[in-house]
């Protein structure tokens, strides 16, 4: 037969759940405290880890530049504050990105386009310069990248040909490795010969050099050609590219009409642009669309 506590035994045991809740709860914020230490110590570990994929380098443009104008001063500043960025950005998006993508992600999702923005960038500095005094030529050379992992340097687009660093980010430190023996730099306005730098099985697209081939170009016309031949430059990248992209793709006549052709028919449309605009206040030059056509190098 249960017998009703007295008073202060209900009392005690209140005191006593209450002093086991402390506790509990003591328990549990002290696990807590330990495992968002752990966590500290395991995000250390993850920081160390994901900077594993290397860094990406870049020539430095501003040792390169020839003397500034003043009234292109602030311009040049901004321009290669915005290199720096652009580079920033791209080991913060080859962090991020680890163990994406395949053998090439880095090549095309990273460096890549980073190149491209490179080549932007030099190209509006070479332009600010040009507009009081000689235009620096020979600058996109230096918009070519390179990935530094575990001793294993890539050149993307490098005027050498070296393509090791494709693959860097994603583990296949074996990427091949191609010598182009290539002229020029695909993206150079200084001489677009055509050379994108893949240095793969697929080949290499090579074009005519037009800049080599133009008559004096007016004051007027000048940033309209700028454009126009960076355009060019920028075709010849989209296009070995594609022919990367494509390796096994269609029959023995795909890479003529699939990327040589479409090809040739851009360029046309640009150099005739270039001869127009030189029309405009000069004699128009002709026989430029003979340089349109590109050939496959293997």
């Not at 053998?103 to 095309?108: A, K, S």
């Not at 575990?150 to 091949?176: C, E, F, K, S």
């Amino acid at each position: 037969m249960s017998r009703a506590l007295p008073k202060y035994d209900k009392r005690r045991v209140a005191f006593i759940g209450g002093a086991a809740a402390v506790v509990l709860s003591g328990a549990v914020i002290a696990g807590s405290a330990l495992a968002g230490e752990t966590s500290g110590q395991g995000g250390a570990q993850n920081a160390r880890t994901l900077a594993s994929p290397g860094t990406i380098t870049c020539p430095d443009v501003r040792s390169q530049l020839p003397a500034v104008p003043a009234s292109a001063q602030a311009e040049i500043d901004r321009n290669l504050a915005l290199l720096d960025t652009q580079i920033q950005e791209a080991n913060k998006r080859l962090v991020d990105t680890i163990g994406q993508g395949g053998p090439d992600f880095v090549q095309n999702a990273i460096l890549g386009p980073l190149k491209d923005k490179r080549v932007a960038t030099i190209n509006r500095m070479a332009t600010a310069i040009g507009r009081t005094t000689a235009r620096p030529q020979g600058l996109d050379a230096l918009a070519p990248c390179t990935l530094n992992q575990g001793g294993v340097t890539g050149t993307v687009g490098g005027n050498d040909g070296n393509a090791a660093g494709a693959a860097g980010a994603a583990g296949a430190a074996g990427a091949a490795t191609g010598n182009n023996s290539n002229t020029g730099n695909a993206g150079n306005t200084g001489g677009n010969t055509g050379n994108a730098g893949t240095g793969t099985a697929a080949g290499t697209i090579t074009c005519p050099d037009v800049r080599s081939q133009l008559p004096a170009v007016p004051a007027s016309a000048q940033a309209e050609i700028d454009r126009n031949l960076a355009l060019l430059d920028t075709q010849i990248q989209e296009a070995n590219k594609r022919l990367v992209d494509t390796i096994g793709q269609g029959g023995p006549d795909f890479v003529q009409n699939a990327i040589l052709g479409p090809l040739k028919d851009k360029r046309v449309a640009t150099i005739d642009r270039i001869a127009i605009s030189i029309g405009r206040t000069a004699a128009k030059p002709q026989g430029l669309d003979s340089l349109a056509a590109c050939t496959l190098t293997k």
